[in-house]
């Protein structure tokens, strides 16, 4: 009988080996990607724009009162008097001279009376006395009367003369007085107020009786912002919108405030409007007006912070790291808001969530909707129309 001798079995090791570090990077590579996975989990998404640079219709807005343009306080002239009629009420158009209201004319006519016959008097005085001159002129060079003699005669009859003109002038003022019991207009226009009633007692420098808007023009006094106040000119056009009144009034700047007011920082602003029933001078008023047709930044209200160091947005970089921009905010309008400098217009802007990043950070951007994307693309076709043109 012949022994075989069988050679033990050796597994090849390499193939296992393989397989093993097939595994292993299988497992790293899966834990990689799960901390890949929990990294972009955690990591903050935030909303994103790019504002690109839009051709905006800028309106400007301020408030203000109608007012008269012209508003002329009427009161008492001389030494006033107890009201005894009042010929108009608020509301009424006058004519210029029209008497508005008298005063009790009693005790001033009175006086005119007794200086129109102390006149009388004192003209026939001195026509007696300027007759007795005549005559001694006349009898003189016969030698009937002395040189003394005439000469006083001739003074007489100057003192009588002047105290005609005295008396003459007393009367006018009289008159004068009596003529001033009226109180006239003075001016066409329209009765904004009346305090004037029968029975009143007026006085020179008191509350003025009535107050007339001369030739019954009225206008818009409004206050604008400083910043504002540049971008208006003389002889702009201005509608005007009144509380309770539906329909607008057109209206043209023609006085701009010299200057700018240290405490509310505002300037003024008047608009003068056509008169018309519903422009009631004391009535609330809101304005506006077309400034420029600029192409500007604009972004949203949410994408602007601001702190100790002024207005800034947060922009992304390639890498998605979050960058700080200091920005000057020049207004809003009613796409967001107008940015005069800090942004070209190409970044891409953080638009919520702003308040809880801090620079540096990464973030992931929430993907872009569709019609932002369709406005951007109109956009750039219309702007490479534009150059291509």
């Known amino acids: 009988m012949r022994l075989c001798f069988v050679p033990p079995v050796r597994f090849a090791r390499w193939p296992v080996l393989c397989v093993f570090a097939g595994l292993a990077a299988g497992l790293a590579a899966c834990h990689k990607a799960d901390e890949a996975a929990n990294a972009d989990r955690t990591m903050p998404t935030v909303s994103t724009v790019v504002p690109h640079r839009t051709a905006l219709d800028n309106r400007l807005e301020f408030t203000g009162t109608i007012s008269a343009r012209y508003d002329l306080p009427i009161g008492v002239e001389g030494e006033g008097g107890r009201i005894a009629q009042v010929l108009v009420d608020a509301g009424d158009r006058v004519r210029q001279g029209q008497v508005l209201a008298r005063l009790d004319p009693a005790v001033v006519r009175a006086q005119v009376a007794s200086l129109a016959a102390s006149l009388e008097e004192a003209r026939a005085t001195a026509e007696l006395a300027a007759a007795d001159y005549r005559r001694a002129e006349a009898v003189a060079p016969a030698g009937a009367l002395s040189k003394e003699e005439v000469e006083r005669r001739r003074s007489v009859a100057a003192t009588a003369a002047a105290k005609v003109k005295v008396a003459a002038a007393q009367l006018a003022e009289a008159e004068g007085r009596l003529a001033r019991l009226d109180v006239k207009a003075p001016s066409d226009g329209l009765v904004l107020t009346r305090r004037a009633e029968i029975g009143q007692s007026a006085t020179p420098g008191g509350e003025p009786l009535f107050?007339?808007?001369?030739?019954?023009?009225?206008?818009?006094?409004?206050?604008?912002?400083e910043q504002d106040v540049p971008h208006l000119k003389v002889g702009q056009s201005v509608t005007v919108h009144v509380t309770g009144v539906d329909r607008p009034f057109e209206g043209r700047i023609w006085q701009i405030g010299a200057v700018i007011d240290p405490q509310s920082r505002?300037?003024?602003?008047?608009?003068?409007?056509?008169?018309?029933?519903?422009?009631?001078?004391?009535?609330?008023?809101?304005?506006?007006?077309s400034v420029d047709h600029d192409a500007q930044i604009v972004i949203p209200q949410t994408a602007v912070l601001s702190d100790t160091d002024g207005s800034y947005v947060y922009v992304l970089d390639e890498q998605n790291k979050v960058l700080r921009r200091p920005v000057r905010i020049q207004g809003t309008s009613s796409a967001g808001v107008i940015v005069a400098s800090g942004l070209t217009g190409e970044e891409h802007v953080i638009t919520l969530a702003g308040a809880f990043l801090h620079e540096g950070e990464t973030v992931k951007r929430a993907p872009e909707p569709e019609s932002t994307k369709a406005e951007s693309s109109t956009k750039a076709e219309a702007a490479a129309a534009g150059t291509r043109s």
Request: net charge positive; glycine share 10%; proline share 5%.
């Open 211 to 225: 107050r007339l808007a001369k030739n019954g023009d009225v206008e818009l006094r409004g206050l604008v912002a």
């Open 266 to 289: 505002l300037g003024s602003v008047r608009v003068a409007l056509k008169p018309e029933a519903d422009l009631r001078p004391g009535a609330f008023a809101r304005a506006s007006l």
